[in-house]
């Protein structure tokens, strides 16, 4: 019981997390383009998928390992996922800019 309670807290710490980074990221993401040039309001869900992308980098790498649920089975991603999801990521962050 007890470790359903810590799964369903870190669960809901990565919601909370994703929530918070996807719109720091995208408020951003957003301001930049509008300053900067006209973008495509068509495509906006190509930032959406970046910063989820990001976010699950994150927090396999790094936040996983900072919560409530503790198991063996969490392991850190390894350098060449991590580099094609960033490669993916970036790929999404610059098509509204390429394709305006």
């Known amino acids: 019981m007890l470790r359903l309670i810590a799964f369903l807290l870190e669960f809901l710490r ?3 997390i994703l929530m918070i980074l996807i719109y720091v990221l ?9 300053q900067t040039i006209g973008w495509n309001r068509d495509l906006s869900w190509c930032f959406a998928v970046s ?5 699950f980098v ?8 900072k919560g409530w649920f503790k ?3 969490n392991k850190r991603l390894n350098h060449k996922t991590i580099y094609i999801l960033l490669v993916f990521s970036l790929a999404f962050l610059m098509a509204p800019v390429i394709f305006k």
Do not use: D, H, K, W
């Open 26 to 34: 995208g408020t951003a993401e957003i301001y930049m383009l509008n």
């Open 14 to 16: 990565f919601i909370f």
């Open 58 to 65: 994150l927090y396999r790498n790094y936040f996983q390992f």
């Open 51 to 55: 910063n989820l992308i990001v976010g």
């Open 71 to 73: 198991s063996p089975n």
